[in-house]
């Protein structure tokens, strides 16, 4: 998670929502990335699709079933579909989002019935961080 949170802090100096990501397979970073929206001028530049995206590439493969998803926040739904269709092994994320999270908030995008793969869910890594990390951001803009 503290790879995450240094892509989260880069891409708040590149004035993005601080949110990182990082894919793991087998102990190993593949992936890494920070919000690039702005940047990118892509709505979809989310930190987890630019990992999912990466790890894909670099693998060769759409299926990411041995790999873990480290990211700041808790997914949008946007990002949840995209993780199912992955097949991702596991999900873990630092501070929820009650406002746009789709994994224990809002949809809950994983307790559907329609959705056809669940990976392992773990919330609140380094959630006090997270949390302070996007409300400093925040604050900072008000």
Same mark, same amino acid.
């Given at each position: ?39 990118? &001028? *892509? !709505?979809?530049?989310? #930190?987890?699709?630019?990992?999912? =995206?990466?790890? +894909? @590439? ?37 501070? &929820? *989002? !009650?406002?746009?999270? #789709?994994?224990?908030?809002?949809? =809950?995008?994983? +307790? @559907? ?30």
């Amino acid at each position: 998670m503290e790879r995450a949170l240094a892509e989260a802090r880069a891409a708040a100096l590149r004035g993005e929502v601080p949110i990182g990501a990082v894919m793991v397979r087998a102990g190993e970073v593949i992936a890494a990335a920070g919000n690039r929206t702005r940047q990118d &001028a *892509d !709505p979809t530049a989310h #930190a987890e699709m630019l990992v999912l =995206r990466a790890a +894909a @590439q670099r693998l060769g493969t759409d299926r990411l079933s041995d790999c873990d998803l480290y990211v700041t926040l808790e997914p949008c739904t946007m990002c949840a579909g995209a993780i199912a269709w992955a097949r991702l092994r596991r999900v873990y994320y630092g501070a &929820a *989002d !009650p406002k746009g999270g #789709a994994v224990e908030s809002g949809v =809950r995008f994983f +307790a @559907q019935a329609t959705c056809h793969h669940v990976p392992e869910l773990y919330g609140g890594l380094a959630e006090a961080e997270c949390a302070e990390l996007l409300r400093a951001f925040f604050r900072e803009r008000r």
